[in-house]
C-alpha cells in the first residue's frame, strides 16, 4: 500500500552554449558519446570566418562536466563575451 518510487532524473542529452563578444564567439557542446562518456566540445573563432577552433574534452561522469560548463561560462564572462544561448 506504500510502496514509494524513486524517480530518477535523466540527463539531458545535450547542451549547448554560446558566447559572442564583438567578432568572436564560443560555443560548447555537453553531449555523450557512442561510449556513453561525457564530452564538452569548446567551439571558438571569428565570426563570419571559416577559421577557428575545435577541442574535445572528455569527462569521468555527467556531475564533472557540468561543473565544466560553468568554469567556462563564467571565464567566458570575465573575458567580456554575452551569453547567447
Keep these: 500500500m ?6 530518477k532524473a535523466d540527463p539531458p542529452v545535450w547542451i549547448s552554449q554560446r558566447w559572442e563578444r ?3 564567439y564560443y560555443q560548447v557542446y555537453l553531449q555523450q558519446d557512442l561510449w556513453g562518456n561525457w564530452v564538452v566540445t569548446r567551439v571558438w573563432g571569428r565570426q563570419g570566418s571559416r577559421l577557428g577552433r575545435v577541442v574535445n574534452q572528455p569527462c569521468a561522469n555527467y556531475a564533472e562536466a557540468q561543473k565544466v560548463l560553468e568554469q567556462i561560462g563564467r571565464r567566458r564572462e570575465q573575458h567580456g563575451y554575452e551569453r547567447c544561448i
Design 2 to 7: 506504500g510502496s514509494e518510487e524513486t524517480i
Design 22 to 24: 564583438d567578432t568572436r
